[in-house]
Structures are given as structure tokens and as C-alpha cells.
T-cell receptor, first 116, second 112 residues
Framework: GAVVSQHPSRVICKSGTSVKIECRSLDFQATTMFWYRQFPKQSLMLMATSNEGSKATYEQGVEKDKFLINHASLTLSTLTVTSAHPEDSSFYIC????????????FGPGTRLTVT | AQSVAQPEDQVNVAEGNPLTVKCTYSVSGNPYLFWYVQYPNRGLQFLLKYITGDNLVKGSYGFEAEFNKSQTSFHLKKPSALVSDSALYFCAVRDLNYQLIWGAGTKLIIKP
């Protein structure tokens, strides 16, 4: 149980275009979803936290207009990287949690974004 | 401020030997501690957690961790390492906002 999927697993886009990454909880209702960014050989950096039906809370230094997060339902959150630049290339990971989960986050497999 | 430290960037262990990956923490109140493992180009997999109760926590793939309140540590251990255990290991602590504060990660290399 508690499976989280991400789509796509890999994406290559041209500079200036936008790309959307989906995060789905497959067998539970996720009251909270988290988006992380991970640089090579580094730890996870929390970008934002989103609760279903409300605006995401962004961490300091994360541009909310560049990284649009939508948590439209209890099973789906999307991260849209707008006007992507090569420096946005990274590994993006989502996680989800639900009430009664003993504070545990369930992670998706990640999305490798490459901006050319 | 709450924080997590993993003092070793890399740990090398021979297959069959016991392994330890260190983690220390600093939190306000009771700590909720986690270990995750990440294989190359993959997301994170949950290994184990400590919320309350027995200080020795058993988790997935034969791993265990010992919570030591006086030393504020939560070291990950396994009695006999496998080559397939080679991966990146992260320690994390939950903060008051239910977010996870992450250690920098420790690369574990198991040599045959």
C-alpha cells in the first residue's frame, strides 16, 4: 500500500518552454503533498508543501511563479516548471502523506528534467 | 533550530561485515526520526522510523536503527552487509510543521 507515482520519469525540454510533472497517490488519499528538488550527490531540498484545495506553501528562495504547484484533488498534485532554463535541470521528487500515517511520507520515483 | 547531521559522506564495508551509518539530530521536543534509502536515479524508499517505544527499531531489508536519547543519535545498522545494500542513505527528522529535515546523505559502498 501507499504507492506514489510520478509522470514522466524523464523529460527533456527546450529552454523557454514549460513542463508539467504529475504526482499521484495510487491507493490512498493524500492530504499533503511535498515537492523536492535534488541536485547531484546532494540531499533533498524541499521546494513546497501543498494541501488539497489550498495554495501551496513555498520554501524561502523558491519562486512560486516559476514553479507552479496545483493540488487539485486528494490523489493528484502537479508541478509546472515555467519558462525552463538549463539551471532548472534537476531530479524532482514528490512525496505524499495522509492523516493517520504516523507522520510518514511516501515518495514517488522521481522525474529527471533536462533543459537544453 | 532543528537539524540532522550525517557526519560521513561515504562508508565502505566489506560484504558480510556489519555496517553502521551514523546520524545525529537536534530537535525541540520528542523526535520523530526516519531512515530512507535511495538507489541511483530512483526515488526514496522508506526503511524505518522511530516515533516512540523500543529504542531498537527494525526495518526493511534487515536494517535496524538504535535511538539514543542521551547521545541524540539514530544510527542505522545491519549485522551483515550485502553488495546490493550499496546506495545513498538519508536520515531525517520531522519538524513541528510535519516537514522532514534531511541529513546530507551517506553513500554506502559494499565491496565483494
Amino acid at each position: 500500500g501507499a504507492v506514489v507515482s510520478q509522470h514522466p520519469s524523464r523529460v527533456i525540454c527546450k529552454s523557454g518552454t514549460s513542463v508539467k510533472i504529475e504526482c499521484r497517490s495510487l491507493d490512498f488519499q493524500a492530504t499533503t503533498m511535498f515537492w523536492y528538488r535534488q541536485f547531484p550527490k546532494q540531499s533533498l531540498m524541499l521546494m513546497a508543501t501543498s494541501n488539497e484545495g489550498s495554495k501551496a506553501t513555498y520554501e524561502q528562495g523558491v519562486e512560486k511563479d516559476k514553479f507552479l504547484i496545483n493540488h487539485a484533488s486528494l490523489t493528484l498534485s502537479t508541478l509546472t516548471v515555467t519558462s525552463a532554463h538549463p539551471e532548472d535541470s534537476s531530479f524532482y521528487i514528490c512525496s505524499a502523506s495522509f492523516q493517520g500515517a504516523s507522520y510518514e511520507q511516501y515518495f514517488g520515483p522521481g522525474t529527471r528534467l533536462t533543459v537544453t | 533550530a532543528q537539524s540532522v547531521a550525517q557526519p560521513e559522506d561515504q562508508v565502505n564495508v566489506a560484504e558480510g561485515n556489519p555496517l553502521t551509518v551514523k546520524c545525529t539530530y537536534s530537535v525541540s521536543g520528542n523526535p520523530y526520526l526516519f531512515w530512507y534509502v535511495q538507489y541511483p536515479n530512483r526515488g526514496l524508499q522508506f526503511l524505518l522510523k522511530y516515533i516512540t517505544g523500543d529504542n531498537l527499531v527494525k526495518g526493511s531489508y534487515g536494517f535496524e536503527a538504535e535511538f539514543n536519547k542521551s547521545q541524540t543519535s539514530f544510527h542505522l545498522k545491519k549485522p551483515s552487509a550485502l553488495v546490493s545494500d550499496s546506495a545513498l542513505y538519508f536520515c531525517a527528522v520531522r519538524d513541528l510543521n510535519y516537514q522532514l529535515i534531511w541529513g546530507a546523505g551517506t553513500k554506502l559502498i559494499i565491496k565483494p
